[in-house]
């Protein structure tokens, strides 16, 4: 399934996996969601860009690993035990691509409200808009929802 093809409900329902990264919190479509697994050694790849600078052995095959800090402005982070591998598959360029992002911590799979989705402020957010979809509030916090195509591009 890929980041374009987010199944809202008919009640404007999304279902999300919910994780943060720096201090944010972020959800993701669950429909693009592969698994989750702990950190597993990565190897550096001369010459790729920042935040996608590592490949992993994702059950036999080479993974792209996006840190994706970098593109909303945080910086680097050890890892944690509660650090783990998000992989996902997002279609690029008319195919389905396999990657696994960094979350210093995974939540929960859980409905949002996707119909409360608010555009990135046009001022004093810390974020680049390009790489955001919305922001929905999600209890008592904002929630970031990110276009992960042009996150990664």
Same mark, same amino acid.
């Given at each position: 399934?890929?980041?374009?093809?987010?199944?809202?409900?008919?009640?404007?329902?999304?279902?999300? *996996?919910?994780?943060?990264?720096?201090?944010?919190?972020? $959800? #993701?479509? %669950?429909?693009? &969601?592969? +698994?989750?697994?702990?950190?597993?050694?990565?190897?550096?790849?001369?010459?790729?860009?920042?935040?996608?600078?590592?490949?992993?052995?994702?059950?036999?095959?080479?993974?792209?690993?996006?840190?994706?800090?970098?593109?909303?402005?945080?910086?680097?982070?050890?890892?944690?035990?509660?650090?783990?591998?998000?992989?996902?598959? *997002?279609?690029?360029?008319?195919?389905?691509?396999?990657? $696994? #992002?960094? %979350?210093?911590? &995974?939540? +929960?799979?859980?409905?949002?409200?996707?119909?409360?989705?608010?555009?990135?402020?046009?001022?004093?957010?810390?974020?680049?808009?390009?790489?955001?979809?919305?922001?929905?509030?999600?209890?008592?916090?904002?929630?970031?929802?990110?276009?992960?195509?042009?996150?990664?591009?």
């Amino acid at each position: 399934m890929s980041d374009a093809s987010a199944t809202v409900r008919g009640d404007g329902t999304l279902q999300v *996996v919910m994780l943060r990264i720096g201090s944010e919190t972020f $959800a #993701l479509d %669950a429909g693009m &969601v592969r +698994e989750i697994i702990d950190p597993i050694p990565a190897t550096r790849v001369a010459g790729a860009r920042s935040h996608l600078d590592r490949i992993v052995n994702v059950r036999g095959n080479v993974v792209p690993l996006a840190d994706i800090r970098e593109r909303f402005g945080m910086k680097p982070a050890a890892t944690t035990p509660d650090t783990r591998f998000v992989v996902i598959e *997002v279609e690029i360029d008319g195919d389905p691509v396999v990657v $696994a #992002l960094v %979350a210093d911590k &995974v939540f +929960e799979v859980r409905e949002i409200d996707f119909g409360n989705q608010q555009p990135v402020p046009k001022v004093g957010a810390p974020w680049k808009p390009e790489y955001i979809k919305g922001i929905v509030k999600c209890d008592d916090e904002f929630v970031i929802m990110p276009d992960i195509k042009k996150t990664l591009i």
